[in-house]
């Protein structure tokens, strides 16, 4: 034995010389040429695998070949996307990256004063309360339609910008069927790769003051018979804050329990998405607050400005009618810090 096998005894014995009989001649024949049509069969579909490859690869090689991709940290790449929308080109942008995202919000919180910062950056695009209409918003499968058309970046609002959009979204109450359907959502949002904005006001006196005076103004329609969520000029601001709600003095406590469960139901169940959460008491007092904003949206960050004014300014003892029963429900309860939290510094 040399190691090799190469001795002369044969490796498989040919039983066949002796005892055993090869099957009949067609029989073989037979076998031989399926079995021929089998190894045909098989360098086929390798064959068609093959050029498949190719193809995949010809097109990465192509798409690597125009752009020069920006480096993406490996954890963000899940949410960063090269849309191809249907109505138009993406140009000369269409390497750059896109991040999808959402500000999920409650009225009166400041989200709209929010989008109108966001959409004055060049390359933000933020289009509104999509969801505002219910047939939108009906079923989880009219929801999911609505998001694909949105995130396909053929949704055309006035605020859809140029190609070089690389943050797009939109705006999504609470109460729009976000927490009806909220596993479906959460799911939706991961697997599309989508950012979240959580947008809270920390007041919730303030803001449910605010929610008062906006449903007044709805029937009152004091600016010159038009109703509006929000001004542009201080006289516009300072005539709708001429109004001072009265608080229902029986329900205030549970109210305000009921909306901090709703945002911490929210933040709990949302709570596995890529997100950022966001008071509109930081965007005021601190203007850093918009700068990770951009940093989170991966665009450059630059100074952000509306031409929304808001309404009201005043210290909170001037906004209500019954402030003194307010203040003395509320002393002494886990609520009080809201009695002094002044929200606006000029
Ligand atoms: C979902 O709502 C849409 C209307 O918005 C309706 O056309 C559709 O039939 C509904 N689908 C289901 C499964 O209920
Ligand atoms: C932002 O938009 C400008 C043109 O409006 C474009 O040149 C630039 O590449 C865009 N930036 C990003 C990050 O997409
Ligand atoms: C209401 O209309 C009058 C006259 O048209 C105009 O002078 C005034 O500025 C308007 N006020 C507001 C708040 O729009
Ligand atoms: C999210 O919240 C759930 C329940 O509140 C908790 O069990 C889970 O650990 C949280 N996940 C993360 C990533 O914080
Ligand atoms: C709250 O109640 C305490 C005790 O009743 C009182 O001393 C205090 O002045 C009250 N605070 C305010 C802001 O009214």
Known sequence: MDGFGNNLQHPYPLKGSKGASLPPRPTLVFLIALFGLYVCYLSFNQIRMESKHVEENGAQEQDEHVCTRPYVPSEELPYVHFPKPKGYSRAECSCNPVRFFVIVSMQRSGSGWFETLLNSHPNISSNGEIFNRVDRRQNISSIVQTLDKLYDLDWLTSAAKNECTAAFGFKWMLNQGFMDHHDDILSYLNKKGVSVIFLFRKNTLRRLISVLANNYDRDAKQLNGTHKSHVHSEEEAEILAKFKPELDVSTLVSNIRDVEKYMGDCLDSFNTTRRMILYYE???RNRNALFQVQEFLGVPVRKLVSRQV??????LPDLVR?????????NGTEYARFLDGADYVK
Do not use: A, F, Y
């Open 282 to 284: 930081d965007i005021i």
């Open 310 to 315: 808001k309404i009201h300014t005043r210290p």
């Open 322 to 330: 019954n402030w003194e029963d307010v203040n003395s429900r509320l």
